[in-house]
Antibody
Framework: EVQLVESGGGLVQPGRSLRLSCAAS????????MHWVRQAPGKGLEWVSG????????GYADSVKGRFTISRDNAKNLLYLQMNSLRPEDTALYYC??????????????WGQGTLVTVSS | EIVMTQSPATLSVSPGERATLSCRAS??????LAWYQQKPGQAPRLLIY???TRATGFPARFSGSGSGTEFTLTISSLQSEDFAVYYC?????????FGGGTKVEIK
């Protein structure tokens, strides 16, 4: 059974940093691209970042480019999102999602339950 | 970036009726279009990929069609468990983008 478990969310002040983690199990982690998608309270889905199976292809939404960094550790089946210079508009539930293939431009067939990030003073 | 526009924002349907949801892309995404279902308090679930391929676990009453810039999700006979928000997503161009969603509610 595919499982994705996010962690690392919390309350943080504007301008500070936070690192999210996603622990994956139940599939060959190093065979698939992975994504972070967020959802602000009461709002729709926003794709944040994606990484190919071997970290060779990485993409970011314009809203986070230069502030967020995605990475993965295939030996530990972990996906990360380093979030710097956080802003109130980054407040959202952050989902980890598995890509349907190795490439980083694909739909996502499994999702975690999300970790909540609140940016507020 | 490609803008995805979904309509209507809210669709009120009686159980057993047909529901038709639309998704339009600002430029062609070929068949690189997915639909997701999200129920309150839950993570999204992949429903359709490749514009028309149903994902595992969804019954045949769900169908997707279209290519290029115009796409449709049809639920042939709504069941109680189908009332949810549905999002389309293009994954043809960077960055992959979602539509604003269509809420399917009970009439």
């Amino acid at each position: 059974e595919v499982q994705l478990v996010e962690s690392g969310g919390g309350l943080v002040q504007p301008g500070r940093s936070l690192r999210l983690s996603c622990a994956a199990s139940g599939f060959s982690f190093d065979d698939y691209a992975m994504h972070w998608v967020r959802q602000a309270p009461g709002k729709g889905l926003e794709w944040v970042s994606g990484i190919s199976w071997n970290s060779g292809s990485i993409g970011y939404a314009d809203s986070v480019k230069g502030r967020f960094t995605i990475s993965r550790d295939n030996a530990k089946n972990l996906l990360y999102l380093q979030m710097n210079s956080l802003r109130p508009e980054d407040t959202a539930l952050y989902y980890c999602a598995k890509g349907r293939s190795t490439g980083s431009l694909e739909s996502s067939d499994y999702w975690g339950q999300g970790t909540l990030v609140t940016v507020s003073s | 970036e490609i803008v995805m526009t979904q309509s209507p924002a809210t669709l009120s349907v009686s159980p057993g009726e047909r529901a038709t949801l639309s998704c339009r892309a600002s430029q062609s995404v070929y068949s690189n279009l997915a639909w997701y279902q999200q129920k309150p308090g839950q993570a999204p679930r992949l429903l359709i990929y490749g514009a028309s391929t149903r994902a595992t676990g969804f019954p045949a009453r769900f169908s997707g069609s279209g290519s290029g810039t115009e796409f449709t999700l049809t639920i042939s006979s709504l069941q109680s468990e189908d009332f949810a928000v549905y999002y389309c997503q293009q994954y043809n161009n960077w960055p992959p983008t979602f539509g604003g969603g269509t809420k399917v509610e009970i009439k």
